[in-house]
């Protein structure tokens, strides 16, 4: 069992910067891979990036690649999100999930945080 709480949420002006935080408890943290989601109103939920148990390995969605950069700290059991560039477009509850595959869609996750919401104004 995994559990997800996501942080560091908030209103930014387009091209700045926050960094998302997603605190997880259990012992096998450092098993999973870990994934970002985001869900704007009216859409369905999307894969943001992924990486995988040990951190060596990122995938990005090509919307965000270049301007994000996921990153976990298993002592910590923490994964990070850096959003740089930040565009209106990015606008959404932002999820991050726990899975054991490196997949790109939410049915490969089995645990999720409870969101937090980005907002990006032009």
């Known amino acids: 069992q995994v559990q997800l709480v996501e942080s560091g949420g908030g209103l930014v002006q387009a091209g700045g910067s926050l960094r998302l935080s997603c605190a997880a408890s259990?012992?096998?943290?450092?098993?999973?891979?870990l994934g970002w989601f985001r869900q704007a109103p009216g859409k369905e939920r999307e894969f943001v990036t992924r990486i995988s148990a040990s951190g060596r390995t990122t995938y990005y969605a090509n919307s965000v690649k270049g301007r994000f950069t996921i990153s976990r700290d298993n002592a910590k059991n923490t994964v990070y999100l850096q959003m740089n560039s930040l565009k209106p477009e990015d606008t959404a509850v932002y999820y991050c999930?726990?899975?054991?595959?490196?997949?790109?869609?939410?049915?490969?996750?089995?645990?999720w945080g409870q969101g937090t919401q980005v907002t990006v104004s032009s």
């Open positions: 259990g012992r096998t943290f450092s098993s999973y891979v």
């Open positions: 999930a726990a899975g054991v595959i490196h997949g790109s869609s939410p049915r490969d996750y089995g645990y």
